[in-house]
């Protein structure tokens, strides 16, 4: 694994990271509010528990890319990447949010990129 995958790895898992944060902890707080459009504090307080659920799989997510660096693993980060690349997509074509891909799927799609050209 040379620096340039290990960093895109990397930059994919901190996002994950970010997104345990923002769903696990900052869901029904205005920054998670906003962040992903929620359309009232009601509405984060009733859905709470399946974000926290989400923000979950999203540091499994993380733990797992970062365990393939140390690892050097190219076939589980690129299994994993994979993973988050379908996962962006869907949410994209679920939520009718374009940003969404650009966030999460994009990243992901270069490091895949990088990954198979070493």
Not at 25 to 38: N, R, S, Y
Not at 44 to 57: D, P, V
Not at 65 to 75: A, C, G
Request: hydrophobic share 55%; glycine share 6%; charged share 15%.
């Amino acid at each position: 694994m040379n620096a340039l995958v290990i960093f895109l790895i990397a930059i994919v898992a901190f996002e994950h990271i970010y997104f345990l944060i923002l769903e696990m902890f900052f869901w029904t707080k205005p920054k998670g509010i906003k962040t992903f459009g929620l359309k009232s504090k009601t509405f984060a307080e009733e859905t709470k528990i399946l974000a926290a659920n989400q923000g979950l799989y999203n540091g499994f997510l993380a733990a797992g890319l970062l365990f393939s660096i140390v690892e050097r693993d190219l076939k589980m980060a690129s299994f994993l990447l994979i993973c988050v690349i379908i996962a962006g997509i869907y949410g994209t074509y679920t939520t009718k949010n374009r940003k969404l891909f650009y966030i999460q799927a994009v990243p992901a799609i270069l490091a895949v990129i990088v990954t198979l050209i070493n």
